[in-house]
T-cell receptor
Framework: EAQVTQNPRYLITVTGKKLTVTCSQNMNHEYMSWYRQDPGLGLRQIYYSMNVEVTDKGDVPEGYKVSRKEKRNFPLILESPSPNQTSLYFC?????????FGPGTRLTVT | AQSVAQPEDQVNVAEGNPLTVKCTYSVSGNPYLFWYVQYPNRGLQFLLKYITGDNLVKGSYGFEAEFNKSQTSFHLKKPSALVSDSALYFCAVSYMNSGYSTLTFGKGTMLLVSP
């Protein structure tokens, strides 16, 4: 079954404590991306990657890092989380047209 | 730069009535257009897409959308709404080129179908 998986699904943490949200896809897609969803703002792209070792900033990259060491994985790293990064995060993987989304990670930073 | 506008934050419709969720877009070149649905506490599910061909696109759960190039619109429609259609709907656009282009989303429209 084609899918994008994310872990953890829920995370509560404190300001400044580094965290990583993992993302993995099994469709051999080259293009992967991270979004955050906030009420009234829709989905905003954080980072994207067009292939292994190729990453670029999206619309809201501040405070985030990513890496793409292998095709299937695209982790999102928050080196020093802050409360304004409390949000719902989605990883996505894309073929030539259609984009597949992971189930989401709800992050709360206190 | 590409953009998507969903002019209604919320659409209310009675069960059994037709529904329309509006979307307009702006993009350089020929667009790829998508609709996604998000049920409470769930991820985004793909509904339908327009790439090329017929302007009327049929998708999952009885939804369809009409591509109108002159009006740069891609409204989502369903002839008879169900209470279970109540969810958050997102329109998205990218454009055709030799590689990948960013998928840009609208802010979403909440559809509420009353019994």
């Amino acid at each position: 079954e084609a899918q994008v998986t994310q872990n953890p699904r829920y995370l509560i943490t404190v300001t400044g404590k580094k965290l990583t949200v993992t993302c993995s896809q099994n469709m051999n897609h080259e293009y992967m991306s991270w979004y955050r969803q906030d009420p009234g703002l829709g989905l905003r792209q954080i980072y994207y990657s067009m292939n292994v070792e190729v990453t670029d900033k999206g619309d809201v990259p501040e405070g985030y890092k990513v890496s793409r060491k292998e095709k299937r994985n695209f982790p999102l790293i928050l080196e020093s989380p802050s409360p304004n990064q409390t949000s719902l995060y989605f990883c996505a993987s894309r073929g030539r047209a259609e984009q597949y989304f992971g189930p989401g990670t709800r992050l709360t930073v206190t | 730069a590409q953009s998507v506008a969903q002019p209604e934050d919320q659409v209310n419709v009675a069960e059994g009535n037709p529904l329309t969720v509006k979307c307009t877009y702006s993009v350089s070149g020929n667009p790829y257009l998508f609709w996604y649905v998000q049920y409470p506490n769930r991820g985004l599910q793909f509904l339908l897409k327009y790439i090329t061909g017929d302007n009327l696109v049929k998708g999952s759960y009885g939804f369809e959308a009409e591509f109108n190039k002159s009006q740069t619109s891609f409204h989502l429609k369903k002839p008879s709404a169900l209470v279970s259609d109540s969810a958050l709907y997102f329109c998205a656009v990218s454009y055709m080129n030799s590689g990948y282009s960013t998928l840009t989303f609208g802010k979403g429209t909440m559809l509420l179908v009353s019994p």
